[in-house]
T-cell receptor, first 109, second 113 residues
Framework: RKEVEQDPGPFNVPEGATVAFNCTYS??????FFWYRQDCRKEPKLLMS???SGNEDGRFTAQLNRASQYISLLIRDSKLSDSATYLC??????????FGAGTRLFVKA | ETGVTQSPTHLIKTRGQQVTLRCSSQ?????VSWYQQALGQGPQFIFQ???????GRGNFPPRFSGLQFPNYSSELNVNALELDDSALYLC????????????FGAGTRLSVL
């Protein structure tokens, strides 16, 4: 079993749609959680940190369920510019940061 | 822009050769991590340097080695290149207010023929 698993996608959605990505992690001692966005052939960029209480940044909402070892990202009112790969990232303490394989999103007009 | 710079941007080598990749960390960051990203995969952790010492290592063979310098810039060296080493190599720096947040450079795309 992979340490961090994501929906493989791709997700193809129309502009304005709401889309949700899920991610599970295997190490119950994991401490920090993030979503990164990666555009084609570019570097990953931090989208948002994920907190136990859930957090929102504009059209993006991230949630963490420690009991189920599950992280989610919700994107509302999708834009063409949201097309990218979304990487779920888990830090288990210290140096160990694990990236999921990513979920590809295509938003079409 | 993250302030993390990597060089070169692209590199072509042949099997058996050696390569050195370079990374300048963001100002104020004392930690550099290196990742390998194969096509269609997420980044895989190679190792991390903190204040010039290796701080942790992923599941990569010893022919992957590194250095960190007093100014916190870093090098990744790969010896005896194999075809499977073809990938995007990413450097990330951290160490600001939130030490867990990593900021990535644009990467070096290595092709091994």
């Amino acid at each position: 079993r992979k340490e961090v698993e994501q929906d493989p996608g791709p997700f193809n959605v129309p502009e304005g749609a709401t889309v949700a990505f899920n991610c599970t992690y295997s190490n119950s001692a994991s401490q920090s959680f993030f979503w990164y966005r990666q555009d084609c052939r570019k570097e990953p960029k931090l989208l948002m940190s994920v907190y136990s209480s859930g957090n929102e940044d504009g059209r993006f909402t991230a949630q963490l369920n420690r009991a189920s070892q599950y992280i989610s990202l919700l994107i509302r009112d999708s834009k063409l510019s949201d097309s990218a790969t979304y990487l779920c990232v888990v830090n288990t303490g210290g140096f160990k940061t694990i990236f999921g394989a990513g979920t590809r999103l295509f938003v079409k007009a | 822009e993250t302030g993390v710079t990597q060089s070169p941007t692209h590199l072509i080598k042949t099997r058996g050769q050696q390569v050195t990749l370079r990374c300048s960390s963001q100002s104020g960051h004392n930690t550099v991590s290196w990742y390998q990203q194969a096509l269609g995969q997420g980044p895989q952790f190679i190792f991390q340097y903190y204040r010039e010492e290796e701080n942790g290592r992923g599941n990569f063979p010893p022919r992957f080695s590194g250095l960190q310098f007093p100014n916190y810039s870093s090098e990744l060296n790969v010896n005896a290149l194999e075809l499977d080493d073809s990938a995007l190599y990413l450097c990330a720096s951290s160490g600001g207010l939130d030490t867990n947040i990593q900021y990535f450079g644009a990467g070096t795309r290595l092709s091994v023929l």
